[in-house]
T-cell receptor, first 110, second 113 residues
Framework: DAKTTQPPSMDCAEGRAANLPCNHSTISGNEYVYWYRQIHSQGPQYIIHGLKNNETNEMASLIITEDRKSSTLILPHATLRDTAVYYC???????????FGSGTKLNVKP | DAGVTQSPTHLIKTRGQQVTLRCSPK?????VSWYQQALGQGPQFIFQYYEEEERQRGNFPDRFSGHQFPNYSSELNVNALLLGDSALYLC????????????FGEGSRLTVL
């Protein structure tokens, strides 16, 4: 699996958009980009995933660059409950283990 | 629809003992993966079970073993516990032929004294 690079921490004001970057320069053509988050002491929660195209669901949007070497997770209106560690993972998906890395600690402030 | 359930939630063992952790996957899921998360670190892959067989394994010693039952539930066994085995153990379930999302339980917190 390709490994990812994320900033260790980010701050965001409540109500503003949170944009979390991820570099995955060694991603292969059939690997997906997955985003998970982990609120303190809870199990990781699936957010969104994509292959090439941008994706949006009720939680977030995922923007993948055309060369697929980086992506951005966007939380459109961050709330205090979005304070968590966010993990960017690249993986083949099925049959494959996930390498989580250290993630980005997002602090949403009032 | 019940999600992934794990038991016990917390347990304390002493060095050299053995522990068994249990996991029931999300309804309809057939694949179970186990992860170890040390304090302050991201989860690390231990192994994955499908059709009652270990399909993939991470960089963990043979002291870590598992089992999957016909109803897709799973157990993680750790023998000869070391202090360094203290961690949150996470179970994740998925569909073998789905789109790869993992659904995690809340974990079992193991403390080795």
């Amino acid at each position: 699996d390709a490994k990812t690079t994320q900033p260790p921490s980010m701050d965001c004001a409540e109500g503003r958009a949170a944009n979390l970057p991820c570099n995955h320069s060694t991603i292969s053509g059939n690997e997906y980009v997955y985003w998970y988050r982990q609120i303190h002491s809870q199990g990781p929660q699936y957010i969104i995933h994509g292959l090439k195209n941008n994706e949006t669901n009720e939680m977030a949007s995922l923007i993948i660059t055309e060369d697929r070497k980086s992506s951005t997770l966007i939380l459109p209106h961050a709330t205090l409950r979005d304070t968590a560690v966010y993990y960017c993972i690249v993986s083949l998906g099925n049959f494959n283990k996930f390498y989580f890395g250290s993630g980005t600690k997002l602090n949403v402030k009032p | 629809d019940a999600g992934v359930t794990q038991s016990p939630t917390h347990l304390i063992k002493t060095r050299g003992q053995q522990v068994t952790l249990r996991c029931s996957p999300k309804s309809g899921h057939d694949t179970v993966s186990w992860y170890q998360q040390a304090l302050g670190q991201g989860p690390q892959f231990i192994f994955q079970y499908y059709e009652e067989e270990e399909r993939q394994r991470g960089n963990f010693p043979d002291r870590f073993s598992g089992h999957q039952f016909p109803n897709y539930s799973s157990e993680l066994n750790v023998n000869a516990l070391l202090l360094g085995d203290s961690a949150l153990y996470l179970c994740a379930s998925s569909l073998r032929y789905g789109t790869g999302e993992l659904f995690f339980g809340e974990g079992s917190r193991l403390t080795v004294l």
